[in-house]
């Protein structure tokens, strides 16, 4: 299905780069009860919605953008704790390499992260904060 979508989509922008075709398609999905909170390792980015790739409109620029902007956790790497700061609260979610979630806890504003609460796990750490007004995603390396 995706190499049906990115065939369609070079259809429509002949001049499109492999980066343009991908982010179209990741970024134009959606997600439901079903796929749960995407990104996962079972839906991806989400489940395909060709119109809306098709429909979405095409960003150039050099400039980064930042989505994590209001999200702080220090220091990074870590051992034993690390300090979430936040604009605002939310329910934080800490994942494994393997997309297994090993905590789902409310936070205020300011949270300490211990690895006591995540059975002293070692390694790379995603962890997913979801506050009223925005999803916030980032890595963290527990040693």
Do not use: W
Request: hydrophobic share 40%; glycine share 8%.
């Amino acid at each position: 299905m995706v190499a049906g979508l990115a065939a369609l989509y070079l259809q429509k922008f002949p001049n499109a780069t492999n980066q343009q075709v991908k982010q179209a398609i990741m970024n134009c999905t959606y997600s439901d009860g079903f796929t749960g909170i995407v990104p996962n390792n079972v839906y991806g980015y989400g489940k395909l919605d060709g119109m809306a790739a098709m429909l979405c409109t095409i960003f150039t620029g050099v400039e980064r953008l930042n989505l994590n902007e209001g999200l702080k956790a220090m220091p990074n790497p870590f051992h034993g704790k690390v300090e979430i700061n936040l604009k605002d609260k939310g329910v934080l979610f800490v994942y494994d390499i393997n997309g297994k979630c090993l905590l789902k806890q409310n936070i205020d504003s300011k949270y300490v992260l211990s690895t006591d609460e995540i059975n002293e796990y070692k390694g790379l750490l995603l962890i997913r904060i979801l506050t009223e007004t925005q999803t916030y995603s980032a890595k963290l390396i527990s040693y």
